[in-house]
């Protein structure tokens, strides 16, 4: 079975692992074992986060590539962002330079805190 017709199976219930062997064989470890984050998300969520790393993070790209616009590819990253809660998030850490630029392109920010941020 693919990986997306197990996703879709599952339809997002919780699942745990009972066995895993090696693909070709070789012994099997039994036991309760959780999938990990990524897999726990829907196929179309794993598709889409894929895309972003094939993308190397480039939001234009993926923009481009489902034909949606910025907000709509924020949106998704940030709803499953909030699905994968392993990921500690230092939130004393400055914004790259890149984000900077593009919130102030947008109007999210003003010039002073642009400048307050780039400082840093």
Partial sequence: ??????????????????????AGGGPAVEGEFELPPLARLAGEDQV?????????????????????????VKNRLNRIAGQLEFVEIDA???????????????????????VDWLKR
């Fill in 1 to 22: 079975m693919e990986w997306q017709q197990l996703s879709n199976l599952i339809g997002g219930r919780e699942v745990v692992v009972e066995r895993v062997r090696l």
């Fill in 92 to 114: 004393d850490l400055p914004p790259g330079r890149e984000d900077v630029l593009r919130q102030l392109e947008q109007g999210l920010i003003s010039v002073d805190e642009a």
């Fill in 48 to 72: 889409f986060v894929a895309a972003f790393v094939r993308c190397h993070g480039s939001i234009k790209r993926m923009e481009q590539l489902f034909g949606v616009s910025y907000p709509t």
